[in-house]
């Protein structure tokens, strides 16, 4: 098979292998890898569909990240997909409500996230051997809430690696903090920030762009890496899960050899929709990308105008994993439809930075064409649950909900018929507080621990395993900093 390479989106560096990417996280220039070319599914997708989740995987993995060999990537990909999701199939499909909801949280964490965060350690260890790098990586990760604690879980105690999590002190759900400050592993740290997400990420970012110190780390005997959604490690095994999805439809009968599904996709850092954008790429029959936003809309504005303004308040809402405003992985989407040109993307990023805004030219904006968007306010999102609860006995989380909703305007506003899957992002147990308010307003201000017991009777499903009993444990973290502070924070861990 032929070598697959990665280049930045800002120009620098230039044929990377995959490995090295995903060592990195971020490229040298501030960009993000892209791979050179997407690659295609290259078998006929009857074929594919006899495969099962571990084996699609390594199909599509393995023509992404094409230096490292089947027996590695066979390795990663058992150590991921084993007991840890409670569904054999890891990302099972339910059909509810006219639409398939694609439910992406049956691992550790309850999120989607840990369909690519519990590979990921794997990838960077494998990765790490290969280029010969004889330091202790050290991840850091900024986290709106479900990035933190799918990282903390997966890196925990993986030999030869520390993480470092940061996360805006207000800015996520009581379970999800409780699901962070009760870590366990040696190697795993977390700090509460005084800022909202953006502040947080943009302070992961500058270290991570910040030579000298990254330089005196090095000398220390440690090596950044990332496991944000800008690295590539993340994005690609979520390209598996649409395209097992589309083979799960075809299979079942629910719609025919090569039929053409829509994709909904409540979106936050635009990691998730990007790879869906990949599998459509890689041939996938898909038709419309259905972005969905929270009150936070900036996407929506972009899409339907090709105007990205961020210049306004960070609103929190009932779906703080999407409470962002400058989504990094649009850069790769960006890059796409720019036909692969670094000098729109910096001068792009340098408006962004400048101005708070940039432009895209209408030809670009052409290339959106299979982008939808829209947002759902907090007062829909709740709506949508209790509808949904109460029309199809389903419960969904304020996200999945918000994807939705989104769901519904795009059928009003199109008469589009497609089937179409919606990306089910995270457990309705994470977010107990908002989900039962929406049920009935007699829960509104319960206590989130309790209500966990009671969202399980209504619904008749049981509290998962993983957040059981989670209000009695231990909270082992409790650092608060100013984002001033992140790089003192580190030294101090690490010794430096
Ligand atoms: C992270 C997250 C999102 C947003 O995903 P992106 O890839 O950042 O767009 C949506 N819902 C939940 C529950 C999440 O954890």
New binding site residues.
Partial sequence: MSKLYYRSTRGTDNRIESSRAIVRGIATDGGLYVPEAIPQIDLPLGSLSRMDYPELALYIISKFLTDFTEDELKYCIRKAYDKKFDSPKITPLVEKGGAFFLEL?HGPTL???DVALSMLPHLLKVAANKIGIDKEIVILTAT????GK?ALEGFANVEETKIIVFYPKDGVSKIQERQMTTQAGDNTYVIAIEGDFDDVQRGVKNIFSDRIFNEALNRSGYIFSSAN?INIGRLVP?VVYYIYTYLNLGRSGKIGAGEKINIA???????????AYYAKKMGLPVGKLICASNENNVLYDFINTGVYDKKRKLIVTS?P??D?LV???LERLLYDISGGNADIINSLISDLNKKGEFKITSEMKDKMADFYGDFATDKETFETIKYVFYNFNYLI?T??AVGYNVYRKYVDDSGDKSKTVI?S??SPF?FPGSVARAIDKKYAGMDEFSLLEILAEISGLKVPNAIKGIGSREILHSTVCETSQMKDVITDILGV
């Fill in positions: 949280f999120a989607f996230k709106s809430g479900d990035t799918a959604s979520q996709v409540p979106t936050g850092n635009f990691g998730n929709i990007l790879a779906s994993a999407m962002i989504s990094s992985n989380d996200h999945t990306a992002t995270a994470k």
